[in-house]
């Protein structure tokens, strides 16, 4: 079974611009979770999709918006990107009602901001 | 949830067995102890949960007490790909995705 992919790998935007990072989980997969890791913040919880709708969101600016679409891929969002957005950002999916506490993460997507 | 805490980092040499404790105080009743572990510039992956008593796999033990107020991870012969981050996580039984990580045990193991 093919695991977690996020797309792009790597990318650079300036500040001021946008970016969308996408994310397919697992086939089967319901749930798709984002997480932001950075050196001094560490690994935190963004938000949590299931069935194309939001369930779960953690503290982070409206800046960060994501959806996910009926075939349970997931897009993140981030606009007006600012020095402090460059982070590892990492998706990771499972199956609600089967095991909440095993994610399976994707590579991520390095976004650096300049 | 239960807020963690665990060693900042740890060493150790091939061969050996590794433990890294975790304690976590606060832990409700239907809260889950989870591990995971992460190579740099990859996305973490997990290794074992447990809810009380002892738990085995092929990678892992996860030895919890009696008052699940901590948990030890446990490696058996550590190898030089083991060096990574181990989180220690505190999962609510709610059916929401939601991880919340702490700043894990930097673990490196040597020659």
């Known amino acids: 079974k093919a695991g977690v992919t996020q797309t792009p790998r790597y990318l650079i935007k300036t500040r001021g611009q946008q970016v969308t990072l996408s994310c397919s989980p697992i086939s089967g997969h319901r749930s798709v979770s984002w997480y932001q890791q950075t050196p001094g913040q560490g690994l935190q919880f963004l938000f949590e999709y299931f069935s194309e709708t939001q369930r779960n969101k953690g503290n982070f600016p409206g800046r960060f918006s994501g959806r996910q679409f009926s075939n349970s891929r997931s897009e993140m969002n981030v606009s007006t990107l600012e020095l402090g957005d460059s982070a590892l950002y990492l998706c990771?999916?499972?199956?609600?009602?089967?095991?909440?506490?095993?994610?399976?993460f994707g590579p991520g997507t390095r976004l650096t901001v300049t | 949830l239960a807020k963690t805490t665990q060693p900042i980092s740890m060493d150790s040499y091939e061969g050996q067995e590794v433990n890294i404790t975790c304690s976590h105080n606060?832990?409700?009743?239907?809260?889950?102890i989870t591990w995971y572990q992460q190579f740099p510039s990859q996305g973490p992956r997990f290794i074992i949960q447990?809810?009380?008593t002892k738990v085995t796999n092929e990678v892992a033990s996860l030895f919890i007490p009696a008052d699940r107020k901590s948990s030890t991870l446990s490696l058996p012969r550590v190898s030089l790909s083991d060096t990574a981050v181990y989180y220690c996580?505190?999962?609510?039984?709610?059916?929401?995705?939601?991880?919340?990580f702490g700043t894990g045990t930097r673990l490196l193991v040597s020659p």
């Open positions: 990771a999916s499972s199956n609600p009602g089967t095991a909440s506490y095993e994610q399976y």
């Open positions: 606060n832990i409700a009743t239907n809260d889950y």
């Open positions: 447990g809810y009380k």
């Open positions: 996580l505190v999962v609510e039984n709610t059916g929401f995705q939601k991880l919340v």
